[in-house]
């Protein structure tokens, strides 16, 4: 594999913007076309969020009246090959190719695990993770922002590296459990042990206070 076999891929665009120009509601197109969210989005585009929400809510059919947003928001979706902004694999793909390398390799607990499991695990997520992601008709991008910027991250270092580039990663993923004290591919998860607190020694029974003396009238 080499990069070049890991072109950006889109979702197909269905609509004509050469008629008219670049209205509120067309930043949602955007969004929902590059499956960000808004906070990405957003700083991505140079803009707040109340900022946004002016344009794609109070006024969605007029045009930007920031031409210079007009003109990047459009050149995004004309130009999708020239953008700067991330376009996400789909995580069917990426559990493909990793599915397709971890055959070659002997990972660590495979036995043990399922690839969904080892694949959970490799991207820092509990071991069910890759059941969730990979369920039939789950919603696209339903795994965390974070999980979805590494997952990119992850896809591009197996198509460019191939076994070479997953072994490193999984050395990566073995030093940081184990500097965690865990025993990841054992538990199946990242979650650190907790260490219950020492029992606390039973209380002193209260010492009865004495009888007082009574005192002696003179």
Request: charge should be positive.
């Amino acid at each position: 594999m080499n990069p070049d076999s890991s072109p950006k891929h889109y979702p197909p665009l269905a609509l004509d913007l050469g008629d008219r120009p670049i209205v509120g509601r067309d930043l949602l197109l955007l969004q929902q076309w590059l499956g960000l969210d808004l906070t990405e989005l957003t700083a991505a585009l140079g803009i707040s969020p109340p900022r946004w929400r002016e344009l794609t809510t109070e006024r969605p059919d007029e045009p930007l009246d920031d031409p210079a947003l007009a003109l990047l928001v459009w050149s995004i979706l004309t130009f999708p090959a020239q953008s700067y902004l991330p376009v996400y694999p789909e995580v069917e793909a990426v559990y493909a190719t990793f599915q397709e390398l971890a055959d070659t390799l002997e990972l660590p607990g495979r036995r043990r695990l399922s690839a969904k499991k080892a694949f959970s695990l490799l991207l820092g997520r509990e071991g069910t993770s890759g059941f969730r992601w990979l369920a039939p008709g789950a919603p696209r991008g339903n795994a965390r922002q974070k999980t979805r910027r590494l997952m990119l991250v992850f896809d591009a270092v197996l198509r460019a590296h191939g076994a070479a580039g997953l072994r490193r990663w999984l050395e990566r993923v073995e030093l940081e459990a184990a500097q965690r004290g865990i025993d990841l591919w054992e538990r199946n998860s990242w979650r650190e042990k907790t260490v219950p607190p020492p029992a606390e020694p039973p209380e002193n029974p209260a010492t009865p206070p004495k009888p007082r003396r009574a005192r002696r009238k003179t």
